[in-house]
């Protein structure tokens, strides 16, 4: 293999361990791949208007991903202005026992997702509700991210109207049958990540006390109107993701509900409602609701527009270029071990995951990478798609430069540094897919193994 065409790789692998070992920006760590990539690939004889096509051609493809940030960013601020999510927060102080926070937060995203059908949509609307409710009760913000992360997740694992699950399938040509009965190894994490959010539940110091709940509830009815139409945006929001309304024209809809709440009720002047949006919410009142109730803005998100931007650039240069095909034939090898091909596969997909900038495009590249290579096995086809279910498509929550998981960080207002140690669903999950695949057999089901 050409020291050329893996020198991009691992200028990658370089530069973003070079920023988080030394607290750079994690931008200039992709600059330097980018770098060493366009010099690489030079050498290797495409000229520089080829390399910054392919670039921009990368760029384009993560425009859906940017815009849905650009709305996020924008719905964040107008839902606290028109007191949405002080409201959800009110209620759900009353229904909800912080004493099982994390299980019930994990537990409602998932049944949230499932339904739903998106991770983003199901975040953008209980999510950062319960988070709300998380800094009310002082949960720590990174243990809730990871709960309500990993719940979001599930719902994208399993949902039928999941569509990076039913791209998962479509790719593989696997059935819906068949993907059912493969489903126990992750249908077992599920349970296993809701005993230990249980068990971290029961661990934790318990300081949501109801006097401090009463508190916040009272200072919440003194700065906001409490009651039915604060909620509209919401329920919007709910019922275009319910309806199966794609993410962007959906958190439009909420935007313009959200936006029209704010005008007809909120005493703010439209400077002030200007530069909430501009620069993020504050709610400016000398009371501990202060650290409640703020957030979002342009400004928040602008460094992590940068950063997708980048990722997509570099993600086209390796494309375009085919740098990833003869790196997939290495890694894989040849072998006949359904656990050493999964080990292998959910590997690659770490690999393929840190290098692009979103969740689509290793579903794609490795669904028609790896399907004949797994075709030479019986029943291979469905090994690969549960291996892909497993890891591809729950492994980009774990990288902090991956489109999604940003945009999950810039709702929720904690970094995914922050909430990597309480992932325990993308965790665990491609471990116990690569456990199982041991026992996996032709007829795409699982025996006892001596």
């Known amino acids: 293999m050409n020291v050329l065409t893996v020198l991009p790789v691992l200028s990658l692998i370089a530069g973003i361990a070079l920023s988080l070992s030394f607290g750079f920006p994690l931008f200039l760590g992709m600059v330097f791949a980018i770098l060493v990539t366009l010099v690489s690939v030079n050498r290797l004889g495409y000229?520089?208007?080829e390399l910054f096509a392919f670039g921009w051609d990368g760029v384009k493809q993560t425009k859906p991903v940017l815009l849905i940030l650009f709305l996020?960013?924008?719905l964040i601020p107008l839902l606290m202005m028109g007191g949405t999510i002080p409201a959800i927060i009110y209620?759900?102080?009353s229904v909800v026992d912080v004493r099982c926070l994390l299980v019930l937060s994990f537990l409602l995203t998932a049944a949230t997702s499932f339904l739903l059908g998106t991770s983003v949509g199901t975040l953008s609307t209980i999510g950062l509700s319960l988070m709300g409710i998380a800094h009310t009760a002082g949960v720590p913000g990174g243990i809730v991210g990871g709960a309500l992360i990993s719940g979001a997740m599930v719902g994208?694992?399993?949902?039928?109207?999941s569509s990076s699950r039913l791209l998962v399938l479509s790719s593989v040509s696997m059935t819906e049958e068949e993907e059912r009965r493969t489903n126990s190894p992750a249908l077992f994490t599920v349970g296993a990540c809701a005993l230990l959010f249980l068990l971290i539940d029961l661990l934790r110091s318990q300081t949501g006390e109801a006097g401090t709940i009463g508190y916040y509830q009272e200072l919440l009815r003194r700065f906001f109107s409490v009651g039915w139409l604060p909620l509209v945006p919401l329920i919007v929001l709910i019922g275009s993701f319910a309806l199966r309304v794609r993410a962007i024209p959906a958190l439009l809809f909420g935007i313009a509900a959200a936006a029209a709440l704010v005008l007809?009720?909120?005493p703010l002047d439209a400077g002030t409602i200007v530069r909430s949006v501009l620069s993020g919410y504050e709610l400016h009142s000398g009371t501990p609701l202060d650290q409640l109730v703020?957030?979002?803005g342009m400004a928040s998100i602008l460094?992590?527009?940068v950063l997708i931007s980048l990722a997509g650039f570099l993600n086209g240069i390796l494309n375009k270029a085919n740098l990833?095909?003869?790196?997939v034939d290495r890694l894989m090898g040849e072998t006949k071990r359904p656990a050493v091909f999964a080990g292998k596969a959910v590997l690659l997909s770490l690999l393929v995951v840190a290098i692009s900038c979103n969740q689509t495009i290793p579903l794609l590249v490795l669904g028609s990478t790896l399907l004949e290579r797994f075709s030479r096995l019986e029943a291979g086809k469905v090994l690969l798609g549960r291996t892909m279910l497993d890891s591809t498509l729950v492994m980009p929550v774990l990288i902090p430069w991956n489109g999604l998981a940003m945009v999950m960080a810039v709702t929720l207002g904690v970094s995914t540094v922050e909430t990597l140690p309480y992932l325990f669903f993308p965790l665990l999950l491609p471990i116990v897919t690569i456990v199982t695949a041991r026992s996996f057999q032709t007829a795409g089901v699982f025996v006892k193994t001596k």
Do not use: D, K, M
């Open 47 to 49: 000229s520089w208007r």
């Open 72 to 74: 996020v960013g924008l």
């Open 91 to 93: 209620y759900g102080l």
């Open 156 to 161: 994208e694992r399993f949902s039928p109207i």
């Open 264 to 266: 007809a009720t909120s």
């Open 294 to 296: 703020h957030g979002g």
């Open 303 to 305: 460094n992590v527009l």
């Open 324 to 327: 990833l095909a003869p790196l």
